[in-house]
């Protein structure tokens, strides 16, 4: 498809679409029809350095398809080979052990696995700098506490978390992007109750000065803050907040001083939680959360912007299936609406076929490894959709009704709990609850 010529199309002529699925819960029902959008306009397709770049993708953690069945690895690298999408990978925990045990005794066997499955299911890795050994944060040598995982290494060690950086950039040549720790883990001043980004920054700098003496053209991210939600009123930032809810301003803070103090920076890397709390009671209003970070970091960085985590707010045990996905999809809207370059997926582990967020069910059972709906219905449909080199805009449909377009396709979700019809070239188009659909471009 020749995304260009599409965008000029529709700045000539009424655009043509095809819906090309509805999807409520886990079904898999496709319904066909045409639909004709007489007033609305397709973004034109933008341009990236790097236009294979999927955008989106996800990170492993404890369980992943690199351990199980024999079958069912097979399927779940399969499905996930099907369409390349950026994985990301920790070198200590969340699936790997601990990568140098004592001073200069490697242990690469689980990272090795990992990093070799990411290859071959075709992604684009990226490997995330943390956590760190505990010799260097006052262990012994030798041993490991998993207690500690999220400790920080002490500044005098800093030197050797860059070593070890170093050493597993030279392991890896083929991976061109770090990101350096993960949430400041460890980085907390209790007695002032503030983030220490004077230490972070220090660490950080460390890593980026021993990676790019490997190779100047490594790309290497931070700081990797969690744009949290202020603990209390006297934290709450009045230059970030809106109807969303509000970020703490120490975190406002310590981005600025990494900001200011940092060596260089290929891109910048944050997360997020869009949860209700702070005046807002309404979980679909929360997500709006990632739109005004998005925007407020364009202001800031002209680099690109990353999310290496989202959440939104934990299911109920009355949620059906439906609306915990429709949730998630509006939340992947409002992040791909300031077109940040890549947005990962926190795969936190693997479940059944029941799962309604999940991307396949557990390997390590002798059926597992299938594919389920969020992964390719939603995450990978969004790479071949919504990648960062074409333009991505939330559009106004209906009161209800939330939708991005590209130049490829439209995404409508419905965020309320009842049915909502919608006029769509003088036809009226009927959304069932939390239904999702979308409406593919045709040339």
Sequence with gaps: MHHSRIGRDARRRRRRWVTAGVIAAVALATAAIVLWLPTFRLPASGAQANSDWPGWGFTHTQCSADAGEPAAMASAEGVIKSVPMVQAQHIMGFGADNPEPAPGLYDFATLDRRMDLIRRTGGFPVIILCCAPDWMKGGEPGTTDWERLEAAPRPEHFGDFAALSATIAK??????????????????????????????????????????????????????????????????SIYLHGSWGAVDQRVLDAFAYWKLHRTGADFVVVDGHATTGD??????????????????????????????????????ATWPPERQIALRVAAMIELAS????????????????????????????????????????????????????????????????????????????????????????GRTVQFSAYETRWITAQP
């Design 171 to 236: 392991r890896y040549p083929y991976v061109r992007h770090f990101i350096v720790w993960n949430e400041f883990k460890g980085f907390f001043d209790d007695e002032q109750k503030r983030w220490d980004a004077e230490e972070y920054t220090d660490l950080y700098n460390a890593v980026y000065g021993a990676l790019k003496a490997v190779n100047p053209d490594n790309q290497v991210g931070g700081p990797y803050l969690d744009f949290a939600a202020p603990v209390d009123s006297s934290h709450r």
């Design 338 to 425: 300031t077109a940040p370059d890549t947005v990962l997926y926190w795969n936190a582990g693997s479940g059944g076929p029941e799962c309604p967020t999940c991307l396949w069910t557990d390997t390590r059972m002798v059926d597992g490894g299938q594919p389920l709906p969020f992964l390719t219905d939603f995450l990978q449909r969004f790479v071949k959709e919504f990648p960062p080199n074409v333009d991505r805009q939330k559009v106004s449909i209906a009161d209800g009704l939330l939708a991005l377009a590209s130049p490829r396709a439209l995404l409508i979700v419905n965020t309320t709990d009842s049915a909502i019809s919608a006029p769509v070239d």
């Design 279 to 316: 005046g807002v009671s309404d979980e679909f209003a929360a997500v709006a959360k990632f739109a005004a970070v998005g925007a407020w970091l364009r202001k800031q960085v002209s680099v690109p912007i990353w999310w290496a985590e989202w959440y939104v707010d934990p299911a109920s």
